[in-house]
C-alpha cells in the first residue's frame, strides 16, 4: 500500500476515503474484517474498516455542513485506544472521556 500524503489529512475525494480503508484494515483482525491474525497483544482495531470508514467521513461532512466542529468525545467501553487515537487524529477533541 502507498500512501501518498498523510492518512489522517482529509477524506475530500474517493482516493483519500479508499487509502484510510486500507490503512484501517492493517490495523484490524481478520474477525473484523482486516489483514491481522489475533496475537493476544491486544494492539489491533476491533471495528470493521469499512464501516469506521464511513462514520469518519459521514461526521466529516457533518462538521462541515453544520460549520460547527465536533468538540468532545465519549467512548464507553476502551480497549487498546485505537479508536480513539484514530477519530482524535481527525477531530482533535477539546475533551476526551473513556469509560470502561
Not at 5 to 11: A, E, I, Q, W
Not at 25 to 43: K, L, P, S, V, W
Not at 46 to 72: A, G, T, V, W
Request: hydrophobic share 35%; charged share 35%; glycine share 6%.
Amino acid at each position: 500500500m502507498k500512501i501518498d500524503k498523510y492518512v489522517f489529512s482529509n477524506l475530500k475525494t474517493k482516493k483519500d476515503k479508499d487509502n484510510l480503508r486500507e490503512f484501517l484494515r492493517h490495523q484490524t483482525n481478520a474477525e473484523f474484517g482486516g489483514y491481522r491474525m489475533f496475537d493476544g497483544t491486544r494492539t489491533h482495531l476491533m471495528h470493521n474498516p469499512e464501516e469506521l470508514c464511513d462514520l469518519i467521513s459521514f461526521l466529516k461532512n457533518y462538521e462541515k455542513k453544520k460549520r460547527k466542529k465536533i468538540r468532545n468525545f465519549l467512548e464507553v467501553g476502551f480497549s487498546s485506544g485505537k479508536l480513539n487515537t484514530i477519530l482524535n487524529k481527525f477531530f482533535n477533541f477539546e475533551h476526551i472521556v473513556g469509560i470502561d
